[in-house]
């Protein structure tokens, strides 16, 4: 008999869908089992009826080699004894090494907060996984990195966003303040990359800003990967925004309000994420972290 998790990752954006995954992965680690592989082809009406760049095809961007799939995945989900993760515990090991078992993974759980410890494996699978086409090439000097999340989100609310509610746009001039002040640390001519979902008129702004660029790709994992690569990020409050903050351990700058759980995995006192106010100076510690990060990526 043997033992298999599977990630339930539901029909929403890729940041969200990515977190029963990325359990996943740790689990099987943990417990020498085998992954049964993500059913990434769903049907996604949203991005077609608001005209999203995106259309959240992400069967194509990953590859299911290693993963249990076809028919043994079909009849091991229609056999086999399933429980929760919520529900494995120590004790059900015993029951597993005599029956075929499923562990299934679904919704957010505690974000990050179990996966850590694992960052390496996480993205050493993710960059495993991902068809070579989609994964961008990492810059040879450092740049800005600035997640502008428009779409599905709901227009502007100060008050929502400093009240920590999810799923609600930041106002644009926010991120070029943010900008200016990564500047600051790191130099007047280093680059902004803008990923962003927003239209050319949103991001009209921002664009204007010397040495900044918009690196669009319509390929989430591509964008999320590009993220990743930066050497200092400003993000949106977004799961995606935290996926890139993970992946890259950069450090990021966040809205108030809008810092949900810490994601990278700090080795000293400096401090790498900060919630940050328009118009204040940038913590010295951060500005630290900044800097430390920055000769680290150049070296």
Partial sequence: MALYGYPIIGRRG??????????????????????????????HIGPYLRGEVD????????????????????HLLKTAHRINEDAWTEQSKPFAESHSTVVTFEGMGDFFAGCKNYYCDIK?????????????????????????RMGDF???????????????????????EAVQALR????ENVPAWIVSDGTMEELKPILELPHTHLRRTSVSITDMLTLSNTSAMVASGSTFSMWGSFLGQMPTIWHPGQLKQ?????????????????????????HRAVLKYENTKES
């Fill in 14 to 43: 890729l940041g969200n869908e990515m977190m029963p995954w990325a359990r996943c992965i740790v689990w099987c680690l943990q417990n020498n089992a085998q992954m049964i592989a993500p059913q990434w082809r769903q049907i």
């Fill in 184 to 187: 600051g640390i790191m130099g």
């Fill in 154 to 176: 709901a227009t502007p609310s100060e008050d929502k966003t400093r009240s920590g509610t999810s799923n609600t746009r930041i106002g644009i001039q926010w991120y070029i």
């Fill in 262 to 286: 810490s994601v990278v995995c700090s080795k000293d006192s400096e401090m790498p994420e900060i919630e940050w106010e328009s118009g204040t100076a940038i913590p010295q510690i951060f």
């Fill in 55 to 74: 259309k959240r095809q992400y069967h194509k961007l990953f590859s299911q080699d290693g993963y249990v799939c076809g028919l043994k995945k079909l």
């Fill in 124 to 148: 050493a699978e993710i960059l495993r996984v991902t068809h070579s086409q989609f994964i961008p090439k990492v810059p040879q000097t450092a740049v800005i990195g600035v997640h502008i």
